[in-house]
């Protein structure tokens, strides 16, 4: 028997009751990964089944992020599994209005890269709403739009994304429980999440075609997916919530046949793994008891170590309580535990005995690797510790990933290339190069898009003498700088490429050429872009490769996060308290990234510079300890140890 991909971690008997919160059944994958191929698997199974009867099916398609790895498992069925398309009839839930087909943001451009130029469905059995009829014809287009998906017999299986207004298609906040496919109105969350695509918000269109929810709910049956931590609010909303028209997917509890099909990073806010406590029976483990001491202190506003019986049996911890014994002792465990994590010396403390510690004393000196993703990664969010690894007299390298390119402006780069001119005509010296000279004149033209490849190699060589300047700052010598400029990343687009052997190489002869004892990398998986995701992938991959090297079995990896979240307090593994000087240092790391200052073109919807940011997530990690009863720090940095099956489990 094959072992189920779904992740349950509670005894069978336990889970209906586990689940009683949620008014959709929710099955959590392992990963993306994991849960894309069990939804595309379901839908090549029903394929062949209906193919067997001599009949079609009807699927309802989605766009974004979400179904690429559905759609890339399904061709992958197409070309190495033999399964015909021959019978699929296809209706696409909506497409931006005022895109021509041919634009590659349109949705229609999307469905053909992603799956229809790889399969052999019959063109004419695709159908996606016209982002470029004129505004007159669409309601007859709606309209025919519906009587199209009714002629063809319904839809036998819809899958859906969320946004994060909670729309399926691209029905927003406010849509009616009964509406058919309209022309709407974009939330401005939904164009805030399209603008890095479309290089602007004021690129991204306002309206759309969308199927109604009645369209979606008439189908037979119907999978929604979701991965990534910044779908982990409004999947609990949409599955916890009663119907509602604040939170279209809400409706979707009206339907008997669907099914969320989520990863573990988008169930983190669910009621049964956020406070299982409150639904039902738990496995008290050392990690659980943490995590509702945390949660407990939090919510009476309370030291931990204040903590009485009665504020356990309030709040419905009598069941911690009856297997711990009492308050006082859950309270000291938790409590030692999370003291131990705090510590003035990421890199252990020599001589001394480190078995409360979070990294080992031996050997006092050690070899350690930062890995950044972008060029300013470091610093960002480990800049406190790289500066106390540097000053304790560990051999730190920094390892930048990737070139960064993309978020430098134009106008920077111009700049850049209008000094060296200047600089060349005051030596009176011709320059003969072409990367220049190529790379000026795109900058100079009115070209659109002006990523060009030589542009991008001035771009990279601007964030190189960034992050070199903030390493030097930190005290590393130029030999410890390493620029990988991971091949992925090179699209020029913020889309970026699989990752293939080449990243995989450059990361494992770094590793071997170091052989570090602790290794630093962003274990951040809410990067909107993915770079983390895919540099992360890449370290996992290159220690996979030299798991049989003796060295390795003594490398930890910790993990930290980017510029965007913070590890919960019950998950952190070692936190490294920063004084104000060392945080104002801190500050002066980043600031070397002059290119990424003020307005970098990729920031994603937070305002805030990217100091600021930092600043503010390391203050409130402190704070967050200070109110759970330990000493009051400036700020903290945080960091997680990520533990591979073939390293020894003790120090
Ligand atoms: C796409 C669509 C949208 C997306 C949703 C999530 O056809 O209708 O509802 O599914 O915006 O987008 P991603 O998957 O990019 O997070």
């Not at 969010?381 to 000053?391: A, D, I």
């Not at 410890?480 to 992925?488: D, E, G, K, Q, T």
């Not at 990398?521 to 090297?549: M, N, Q, V």
Request: glycine letters at 6%; a neutral charge; one cysteine or more.
């Amino acid at each position: 028997m094959t072992k189920s991909p779904i992740i349950s971690k509670y005894p069978s008997t336990l889970t209906y009751q586990l689940k009683s919160f949620e008014n959709i059944p929710v099955d959590i994958f392992e990963n993306a990964e994991a849960g894309s191929k069990h939804i595309a698997q379901s839908i090549a199974l029903a394929i062949r089944r209906k193919q067997q009867m001599g009949k079609n099916i009807v699927l309802g398609l989605a766009t974004g992020s979400s179904p690429i790895r559905v759609y890339k498992e399904l061709v992958r069925l197409h070309k190495e599994e033999n399964l015909s398309f021959q019978n699929v009839i296809t209706f696409n839930l909506d497409e931006y209005f005022g895109l021509p087909k041919e634009d590659p943001e349109s949705y229609y451009y999307f469905m053909h890269e992603h799956l229809f130029n790889h399969i052999d469905i019959p063109k004419e059995n695709i159908h996606i709403p016209s982002g470029s009829i004129p505004m007159d014809q669409v309601a007859k287009f709606c309209d025919n739009y519906e009587k199209q998906i009714q002629l063809h017999g319904g839809i036998d299986i819809q899958i859906l994304g969320i946004g994060r207004t909670g729309h399926i298609g691209f029905n927003e906040p406010g849509s009616d429980q009964k509406s058919i496919t309209r022309l709407i109105q974009l939330d401005n969350i939904t164009r805030q999440d399209a603008r890095d695509s479309f290089g602007g918000i004021e690129e991204v269109p306002y309206k759309a075609i969308t199927m109604g929810i009645k369209t979606i709910l008439s189908a037979r049956e119907i999978y929604l997916m979701a991965w990534g931590q910044h779908k982990a609010e409004i999947v609990k909303l949409s599955v916890e919530s009663t119907p509602n028209s604040t939170i279209p997917a809400t409706y979707l509890q009206m339907h008997d046949q669907v099914r969320y099909c989520i990863d573990t990073a988008a169930a983190e806010k669910l009621t049964r793994v956020e406070t299982p406590w409150k639904v039902g029976s738990c496995d008290w483990t050392d990690d659980l008891t943490c995590k509702a001491v945390v949660w407990l202190s939090e919510r009476v506003k309370k030291p931990i170590l204040k903590l009485t019986d009665e504020d356990y049996n309030k709040s419905g911890l009598s069941e911690l309580m009856a297997e711990k014994d009492n308050a006082y002792q859950i309270n000291l465990k938790v409590f030692n535990r999370l003291q131990h994590t705090i510590t003035g010396w990421p890199g252990g403390k020599p001589n001394t005995d480190d078995q409360n510690r979070p990294e080992r004393s031996m050997p006092a000196s050690k070899n350690s690797i930062i890995f950044s993703p972008h060029p300013d990664d470091d610093v960002i969010s480990m800049g406190g510790t790289f500066l106390r690894l540097v000053e304790q007299g560990h051999d730190v390298h920094v390892a930048y990933q990737t070139s960064g390119n993309i978020a430098v402006h134009s106008h920077d780069a111009l700049r850049f290339l209008e000094f060296y001119k200047d600089l060349a005509e005051a030596g009176s010296i011709k320059i003969d190069n072409a990367v220049f000279k190529k790379a000026l004149k795109t900058l100079l033209s009115d070209a659109k898009d002006k990523n060009s490849e030589e542009v991008r190699i001035v771009k990279g060589l601007i964030r190189k003498g960034e992050a070199i300047s903030a390493a030097r700052f930190c005290g590393l010598k130029d030999k410890n700088i390493h620029f990988l400029n991971l091949p992925f990343y090179e699209t020029g687009k913020i889309k970026k490429n699989s990752f293939t052997e080449a990243d995989i190489q450059a990361t494992v002869q770094l590793l071997q050429n170091i052989k570090p004892h602790q290794v630093f990398a962003a274990g951040d998986l809410a990067d909107p872009h993915g770079t983390h995701r895919i540099c992360l992938e890449i370290i996992f991959e290159a220690f996979e490769r030299l798991k049989d090297e003796k060295w390795m079995k003594n490398c930890w990896l910790w993990l930290y996060r980017g510029a965007w979240h913070e590890y919960n307090i019950n998950e952190i593994e070692m936190a490294i308290p920063l004084s104000p000087q060392e945080l104002l240092k801190k500050r002066k790391a980043i600031y070397m990234h002059q290119s990424q200052k003020d307005s970098a073109p990729f920031p994603g919807e937070d305002e805030r510079e990217f100091w600021q940011r930092a600043e503010h997530r390391n203050k409130a990690t402190a704070e967050t300890y200070r109110k759970l009863g330990f000493a009051e720090y400036e700020a903290m940095e945080a960091f997680r140890r990520y533990k591979f099956d073939w390293q020894p489990a003790k120090k």
